[in-house]
Each structure stands twice: as structure tokens, then as C-alpha cells.
């Protein structure tokens, strides 16, 4: 059995074992995976993931689903929002400490990125009373246009690791108000993170009476489960956040069938810095920028470009910052840079190291 290591996980309906699929029932009888914490690099919990017919049979309740939730009136589907967002502030800290736990980014984000749920769904609420659409008069006697937007369907949300948990919010909560069914498939390298969610979520619809399936969700390894969602006619739309390759390959598959996609994909975010600026502040943004979450970030900063004349001083600014960086348990408050995700990023980085010196860096 694997040992179940830290009180957040039990507070947030995580078990030992756990089923990878949920659309009203938690399900999942294909091959289980082993989640490491990649902070300390013990095992947390195993997650079965689904199978291509848990799959089709998950994606079914979903799109069934629909049916009913695009006929509660908006703004009754913008109170179900606002107690998810009550619900994740009162699991704040608990899933804060999951995220830092089982991708490695510090606990001060981990808490600021449940933060960001809580606020996606605090704006989300006011829209639900703001899904206006336009009256415009018509060349014709005694007639009018009128424009109104119904909901799509089904939304299939693919995220990524580096944010395990508000990116399926801001799709979520702004789907949800729109009256559309949110199916989620998660990074294989944070699952737990994604039950967790998928628990409150859970917990929240039914206190209402709606049908969980509105929320639903679809662990799989690797690009089987993604794909099953990229192509199949049922999902209306997909949203995907990751690197700019698979960013490719989902857009590709999507467009083939003629669905809507929303790509959030890799950056080479650069700052500028002239000589009027204030130096302190930038120095810590550019600092912080360039180590949150590790650099595992599509917005982690990659280029500095300096004025000339303050270049050397900058420069030197900079890496003292760097000298005095503290890597280690991300969990302790004074540690601002944690591990990387798994061996795999370690890999990818001491790689990319080498590239730097083979072009003449140091």
C-alpha cells in the first residue's frame, strides 16, 4: 500500500487508491500511477486512470448533463458559482499545501493561485447578471433584431502542471455561468490536485440538487485521454493549456473536426528596463519572475534588455540576487525556490544548461 504522507491530502477526500474519472460516480479501472511529491520524493497516492470506455461513458453523462444545466436560469447558475468559490475559501489552506506538495511550487503561491480560483469565481457571479445581447432596429416594418447567446455544450478543459488548479477554474467558473458542462483532464503529474477539485465541485452541485456531471473528470496518461477530447464532435470547445508542440497537435485535432479551441500555450517573456526606472522594483519582479514556481512557467521571465548605461550595475544587482537564493522544501517560508516538477524537467534544464555554454554563455 502506498503510505499516505501529509494531513492535506485526507482533509481534501484524497485515499490511498483513488479512481481517476468522475461524472456523477467516481470511476477509473485502467492502469494506476504512482504520484511523487517531487519535494521530498516520497509516494503520496496512486490514481487509476480511465479507460477509452470510462472515457465515452464519462463524456456521455457530461453532454447529458447539459441538457438540463442550460436551462437554470443564469444568474441561479451564478449562485452554484459563488458557493464553490465560498467552498475553496474554506479549503484554501488544504489545497494550497496539496499544489505545493505534489508539484513543488512554493506554499506562498500554492496559496495564491486558490486565491485566483476564489477570484475567477467572484467575477464570474457578476457576470452571470451580464449575459446581455444586443436589440438593433431592422429595415423591415414592425420588426427588430436581437441578438442572444446560448450556451455551447460541453467544454473540455486540458491543463497543465505548473498551475494545477486556477486554470480549471477560469475556465470553470466562466463556463458554468454561460450554462456549459466543463469536462477536465488534468496533467498526469498532478491527478490529486485535480480530485480534490473535482470533490468540492462535486459537493457544491449537490447541495444544490444539480447533477454532479456538470463537473466532470478524465485522468489519463500520457495524450490518450486529450485526445479522445480533441476529436470527439461532443465537445464543443477545448482549452488548452500547455507547451507550444502540444499546442500544435491540439489545435490541429480540434480544427480537423471544425471545434472551437482556446490555445494558452509556452511564452519568452522579456522585460525592459531604461534608466528611469525604478530599480528596486524592478529588480524584484525580474528576480521573482525569473524563479516562481521554479521557472516553470509560460510568463517566467527569459530576457532582460538594459539601457546601455546602466547595464553593468544592473547586471551585477541581479546576480547577487540570484547568490543569495535560497532552493529547498518549498513549504518553508523562507525557501523562495522549490524543486522542479520530476526528473524528466531536471533533465530538460541541465540540457538546455549545456546549449547555453556550447553559444558562448556563462
Not at 480533441?230 to 480537423?256: C, F, I, K, M, W
Request: hydrophobic share 45%.
Amino acid at each position: 500500500m502506498v503510505k499516505v504522507v501529509e494531513k492535506a491530502l485526507a482533509s481534501l477526500g484524497i485515499a490511498e487508491s483513488n479512481p481517476g474519472g468522475f461524472a456523477g460516480a467516481w470511476t477509473g479501472s485502467g492502469r494506476p500511477q504512482t504520484v511523487v511529491s517531487p519535494i521530498h520524493g516520497e509516494a503520496l497516492a496512486t490514481v487509476a486512470n480511465v479507460t477509452p470506455q470510462e472515457f465515452d461513458a464519462i463524456l456521455a453523462k457530461c453532454h447529458g448533463a447539459w441538457a438540463s444545466w442550460k436551462l437554470v436560469p443564469a444568474p441561479k447558475r451564478g449562485e452554484v458559482v459563488k458557493a464553490l468559490g465560498d467552498a475553496l475559501r474554506r479549503h484554501k489552506q488544504a489545497l494550497a499545501e496539496l499544489v505545493t506538495l505534489e508539484m513543488g511550487k512554493s506554499l506562498r503561491e500554492g496559496l495564491g493561485e486558490v486565491q485566483e480560483m476564489i477570484d475567477i469565481c467572484d467575477f464570474a457571479v457578476g457576470l452571470s447578471r451580464q449575459l446581455y445581447g444586443l436589440t438593433m432596429p431592422s429595415e423591415r416594418k414592425q420588426h427588430r433584431l436581437q441578438e442572444q447567446w446560448h450556451p455551447l455544450g460541453v467544454v473540455g478543459v486540458i491543463t497543465a502542471f505548473n498551475f494545477p488548479v486556477a486554470v480549471w477554474s477560469w475556465n470553470t467558473a466562466l463556463a458554468l455561468v454561460c450554462g456549459d458542462t466543463v469536462l477536465w483532464k488534468p496533467s498526469s503529474k498532478t491527478p490529486l490536485t485535480a480530485i480534490a477539485c473535482t470533490k468540492i465541485a462535486e459537493k457544491v452541485l449537490r447541495d444544490f440538487g444539480f447533477d454532479p456531471a456538470i463537473c466532470s473528470l478524465a485522468i489519463g496518461k500520457g495524450s490518450d485521454i486529450g485526445d479522445l477530447i480533441n476529436t470527439d464532435p461532443r465537445v464543443a470547445l477545448v482549452s488548452y493549456t500547455g507547451s507550444v508542440p502540444g499546442g500544435r497537435h491540439v489545435g490541429g485535432q480540434v480544427q480537423a473536426r471544425f471545434g472551437r479551441h482556446i490555445l494558452e500555450l509556452g511564452g519568452n517573456g522579456a522585460v525592459i528596463v531604461s534608466e528611469k526606472a525604478d530599480l528596486d522594483i524592478a529588480l524584484r519582479c525580474i528576480y521573482f519572475g525569473a524563479i516562481g514556481t521554479s521557472g516553470q512557467r509560460c510568463t517566467t521571465t527569459r530576457r532582460v534588455i538594459v539601457q546601455e548605461a546602466i547595464a553593468p550595475a544592473f547586471r551585477e544587482r541581479l546576480l547577487e540576487l540570484y547568490r543569495k537564493t535560497s532552493i529547498g522544501d518549498p513549504r518553508d517560508e523562507k525557501i523562495l525556490m522549490g524543486p522542479l516538477v520530476d526528473t524528466a524537467a531536471v533533465a530538460t534544464m541541465l540540457a538546455a544548461i549545456e546549449t547555453v555554454k556550447a553559444q558562448g554563455g556563462k
